[in-house]
Structure formats: C-alpha cells, structure tokens
C-alpha cells in the first residue's frame, strides 16, 4: 500500500543529502561528464540536477519511477561487482513518495535535440507525458517540496535548512573529487542556490579536470593546495576465514588482497592550511563514504605529530569489489568490508599511521 512504501522511502532517502546524492549518482551513472544541481531556497522549494548522460529511453518511462526498476543491474550474482552508484531502483521511487513533485526531463542521443518531460505522481508512475520539448542529450530530474507529505520531517528540514544545504554541499564536494579515484574521467559540476529572496550564487563549480589537485583548486582556491602531498599506499590484507568459508576458499590458496590508498593530504607541518575535518573526503573504491574509525585514527595520528590542526585528506581505498559489500545500508554511506579487521591492521599511512584502524 503506499503508506507502506512511504515507510519503506523514508529508509532510502533520509535528508536533503542523500536526495541530492542519489540524483548526481543517477547521472554519474548515465556516465555524464557535466552535471549542473540547481538548489532554489536552499533546496526547501526544489532541488534540480541536470547532466549531459545517455538519457532515458521511451521504452524505459513507464518504469524509471516504479520500485525495483533499475536498468544497472543483470542478475543477482553481479551484486558483488557492482560498478554504478545505484542498482536497486529505490531512488527515484522513493522520491516520487516523498516529494511534492518530480518531473524528469530526458533525451536520448537518438532523440536530441527534442526531449520528453515526464511528471510522475506520488507512486513512481508517469502523470503526463509532454510534447516534445527542445533538450540535448542527458536528464533533468526535478525535485519539488522534498517530505512535504511528511510533516514531522518537512519541519525538520524547515527548521535546520541551512545546515542541511551545508552537508549537502559537502557530499557535492566529494563527488566533485571523485577524479583522483576514477582516473581519466574529471566532471564538470556546477552548484547553484536561488534564495527566496536575493540573488543566484555558485556554491561550487569544477572545470571537469580529470585530475585532484584541479578540482581542490577550483573548489576553494589554488592557496588550499599548498602543502598537500600525494598519497599513495599499498598493502597486503589477509582474508577472514569467514570469508574464506563464504567464498569456498581454503586458506592455503588465500593469497590475501592487494589493498592501494590513492589521494592527497596536507603535511603535518605547523600551518598547514585552514583545513578542517569538513575537508577530509574518504572513498572505497571511488565512492564516496564515511569511515569514521579510519577519519578519527587520521586525525589522533596527526595530533601526536604535534598538528595543530587537522589535516585536508583526499583518500580512496582500492580493493577488489569482490572484498566488499558495498551499499549495504540504505544511504550507501556504510560500507562493509570482509575483512575489515585485516585490512585495517595493514594500514599504515607510511610512517604517520602507526596504530591499527577500524574501518567502519
Ligand atoms: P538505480 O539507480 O538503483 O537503478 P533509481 O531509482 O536511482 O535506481 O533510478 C531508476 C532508473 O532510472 C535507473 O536504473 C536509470 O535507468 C534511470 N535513470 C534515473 N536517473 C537517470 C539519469 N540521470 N540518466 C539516465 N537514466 C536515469
Ligand atoms: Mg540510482
């Protein structure tokens, strides 16, 4: 029933940001180079991305919006390998439930430069189907009144407004550096707010360099780069033996996995930058995540280096996706690792990381 489902959505998007996130995820994987999010009233009255991905298909319009349609996925063992941010068709579904209104606007490739705007009503299903209407390749999708048909959480949202546009920036800027993991394919983003009342300001805006160090630079100025090292590991982990059990390995064959830490930090020196932990971006894998054992074991190692402040840190783990079980907690955010425990033990920022760490 829909109050069901209305339940069931509120698990998959949670805030403003995880809204934003399933939407620049969606064109990321529609393999867009250019993505423009488009926040009016700090996200209160709408939230619209735009990217320059495949489009949607008309044969897809009917079930882009339903529950459990997703295009990404081809069976179920393809869950362990899983390449795209999104394969379990909630995203759209839940934000058809959860907001005002949500219309997409898409074009394909056969049929740019006209495109199709469709409307969808609370349950994911196609409300009308416009004319057609001039759009180049990609998708618009366009988020009206998020949790309006959820009082508590409208208020909420309401109340905490800027904060929550704060956050949802943050995570922006994470993906905005997604680069140094997924080499040789930069993306343009834009970031925008409209405020009721004032005017239009960029919050964000990459060129669509493939490459960390451009991205920081336009992201908060070429100062922000000064001091900043490359990080570049490599490490044995052993494999659990539950692992081992669940995989029907035996441990004599068990090579263990090859486990590499790409990305940026700022050196420990004294005044190393104004960066804060809102400036620390973790990624398995190139996505972006929160391993909150791995930040805080960062930053107690700096301190005993005598940091004043923390350091800016731009980490992507690289393992093999058949290591970990990625977006197992609905947000996605959570990711669990076989062997976490061995991992972590392997981890060791060069000299600085001395301790073991606890992923997750
Ligand atoms: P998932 O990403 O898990 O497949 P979603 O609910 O996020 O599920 O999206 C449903 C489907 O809608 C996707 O599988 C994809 O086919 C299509 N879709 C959504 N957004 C876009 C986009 N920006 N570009 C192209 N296709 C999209
Ligand atoms: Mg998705």
Same mark, same amino acid.
């Given at each position: ?189 834009? $970031?925008?707010?409209?405020?009721? $009342?004032?005017?239009?300001? $960029? ?158």
């Amino acid at each position: 029933s829909h109050s069901v489902h209305k339940i069931t959505s509120g698990q998959v998007v949670i805030d403003l940001q995880t809204a934003v996130k399933e939407l620049v995820e969606n064109s990321l994987d529609a393999g867009a180079t250019s993505i423009e999010v488009r926040f009016k009233d700090y996200g209160l009255k709408s939230v619209e991305v735009i990217d320059n991905g495949s489009g949607i298909a008309p044969e897809d319009y009917d079930s882009v919006g339903l529950k459990h349609h997703t295009s990404k996925l081809a069976s179920f063992e393809d869950l362990s390998t899983v390449l795209t941010f999104g394969f379990r068709g909630e995203a759209l579904s839940s934000l058809c439930a959860l907001s005002e209104a949500v219309t997409v606007t898409t074009a394909t490739a056969s049929e740019a430069p006209m495109g199709t705007i469709l409307e969808l009503d609370r349950n994911g299903r196609v409300k009308s189907r416009s004319e057609k209407t001039a759009r180049q390749r990609g998708t618009t999708v366009a988020i009206t009144g998020l949790f309006r048909p959820l009082p508590v959480r409208r208020k909420e949202l309401e109340r905490n407004a800027k904060r929550e546009f704060g956050k949802a920036l943050n995570l922006l800027s994470a993906y905005a550096l997604v680069p140094c993991a997924k080499e040789n394919k930069g993306v343009r983003l834009t $970031v925008s707010n409209q405020p009721e $009342v004032g005017r239009k300001t $960029v919050q964000l805006r990459t060129d669509g360099t493939p490459s960390t160090r451009a991205s920081i630079s336009s992201l908060w100025g070429p100062r922000s780069l000064e001091n900043l090292v490359d990080l570049d590991l490599c490490f044995q982990v052993q494999t659990e033996k539950s692992v081992l059990k669940r995989r029907t390995i035996t441990e004599g064959e068990d090579s263990g996995t090859q486990v590499r830490v790409r990305g940026l930090v700022s050196k420990f020196a004294v005044g190393c930058g104004r960066a804060a932990t809102d400036r620390q971006f973790f990624y398995i894998n190139g996505r972006p995540c929160n391993p909150s054992k791995v930040q805080k074991a960062f930053n107690e190692v700096y301190r005993t280096f005598n940091a004043t402040q923390s350091p800016f840190i731009v980490a992507d783990f690289i393992l093999p996706t058949n290591t970990c079980d990625i977006n197992v907690s609905p947000d996605k955010r959570t990711i669990f690792l076989h062997s976490e425990n061995n991992l972590v033990a392997g981890l060791k920022v060069s000299c600085i990381l001395r301790s073991i760490l606890h992923l997750i």
